[in-house]
């Protein structure tokens, strides 16, 4: 079932009765900080990730320059190779070189592969459990990424671009929750089951929820403030990223609603943040616009099956 923020004076019963609360358990220090200092390992993206996505952003970036951010990792400048040779680009011959590789790619699928491959890694757990949820939130948010960036295009004013990277980054917080307290994040998992909202059990275990620690660490990355804002997706605001906001909200949505269906008979509408669907003034048309993402959603997972 789609995770809703729930009202803030609800209880929530589970495991037997147990209650869980939208009231936070104790917390001694601010619980962002905590997390994202305890996760020593994402304090800031892999050095080369970073310097291509920002190599990248600019459109006068030579393949020579580009070609000295990748060829300081072995393992990037693999994928890089292996993308450029694949079947899919029809090559007459086989590519050996990196500044080849990128001139058969250009500078938007290079900096695709550095955002894929960075975010990536941040979803892999160290036992099968974790691995497990961490798989099902890499693949909710190529979903959402892959619907939002449709949307920025049939909306004004928005970057397509700029709506792939907030889908693709907008559930990193729940990797690093997870990270930071596997067994913790456990409970979260348990109480969603039982139908607590997933935003309300993590305020409950950890003080905080995935929205606010996903802005945080992209804060931390030093990344652009429109991509900062987008990751905060499930709250509203009235700031000048409001539109990307809501497009990475309803993009949310649509992709759970690809993958699990409307539940029983519940109005479509109250699936999605009503301050989502307010901003881009879809309500009339919301319909379409599910049924059109949906199959946006369904075509990239039959490509990657």
């Known amino acids: 079932m789609p995770s809703r923020l729930g009202p803030d004076n609800n209880d929530y019963e589970f495991n037997g009765g147990e209650k869980v609360s939208s009231v936070p358990l104790d917390q001694p220090e601010n619980p962002v900080d905590k997390i994202v200092s305890q996760v020593k390992d994402v304090a800031v993206l892999p050095q080369v990730v970073f310097k291509i996505m920002e190599t990248t952003g600019n459109t006068e970036t030579s393949p020579a320059e580009l070609e000295r951010d990748i060829i300081v990792d072995p393992g990037f400048s693999a994928k890089v190779l292996a993308m450029a040779n694949s079947a899919h680009f029809a090559l007459p011959k086989r590519v050996t070189s990196i500044r080849d590789a990128i001139a058969f790619l250009g500078l938007k699928q290079v900096r695709q592969l550095a955002m894929h491959a960075g975010v990536f890694d941040l979803f892999v757990g160290k036992t099968d459990k974790e691995s497990l949820r961490r798989r099902a939130w890499w693949r909710h948010s190529l979903d959402t990424a892959v619907c939002a960036k449709w949307m920025a295009g049939q909306l004004r004013g928005l970057n397509p671009e700029e709506a792939y990277a907030a889908g693709l980054l907008h559930l990193i ?8 307290d596997p067994e913790m994040y456990s409970m979260v998992m348990m109480a969603s089951e039982k139908a607590v909202p997933t935003l309300i ?22 990344l652009p403030p429109e991509l900062v804002e987008a990751v905060a997706y499930a709250e ?27 539940q029983g008979d519940r109005p479509v509408q109250d699936y999605f943040y009503k301050w989502a669907v307010d901003r881009l003034n879809i309500a009339d048309t919301l319909p379409q616009w599910l049924d059109a993402g949906v199959q946006i959603v369904g075509q990239a997972q039959g490509a990657a099956a």
């Open 236 to 262: 509203e605001t009235d700031s000048e990223q409001a539109d990307l906001r809501a497009c990475i909200a309803i993009g949310h949505t649509i992709a759970e609603l690809a993958t699990h269906g409307v």
């Open 201 to 222: 059990a993590e305020k409950h275990f950890f003080g905080c929820n995935h929205v606010a620690v996903g802005a945080a660490i992209c804060a931390k990355w030093n």
């Open 173 to 180: 917080g729940k990797t690093i929750m997870d990270r930071s």
